[in-house]
Nanobody
Framework: QVQLVESGGGLVQAGGSLRLSCVAT????????MGWFRQAPGKERVFVATITSRGVPVYRDSVRGRFTISGNNAVNTVHLQMNSLKPEDTAVYYCAVRQGDAGAYDNWGQGTQVTVSS
């Protein structure tokens, strides 16, 4: 059974930084990609960033240049370094994993709250 556990959320002032981490256990995929999504209050969950099985990062336009995703497949871990945070980045951030580099994400973490004050 795949389990994802996120950590690193919290409260930060605008312009500050946070680093989110996610550890996956129980993975049996030969290749996989991990990603981050977020859901703000009253809004749908949206894609933030992903890193492919070959280590190529992909970002949502609004976070490109401020957020950096990195991964270590040897220990099934993915990080999201968030710099220059804005109040509109406030959301619950979810880690997810999928087999390969296409299609739906199969497994999700429980989420971690990120709050950016103005």
């Amino acid at each position: 059974q795949v389990q994802l556990v996120e950590s690193g959320g919290g409260l930060v002032q605008a312009g500050g930084s946070l680093r989110l981490s996610c550890v996956a256990t129980g993975l049996t995929f030969r290749t996989y990609s991990m990603g981050w999504f977020r859901q703000a209050p009253g809004k749908e969950r949206v894609f933030v960033a992903t890193i492919t099985s070959r280590g190529v990062p992909v970002y949502r336009d609004s976070v490109r240049g401020r957020f950096t995703i990195s991964g270590n497949n040897a220990v099934n871990t993915v990080h999201l370094q968030m710099n220059s945070l804005k109040p509109e980045d406030t959301a619950v951030y979810y880690c997810a994993v999928r087999q390969g580099d296409a299609g739906a994400y199969d497994n999700w973490g429980q989420g971690t709250q990120v709050t950016v004050s103005s």
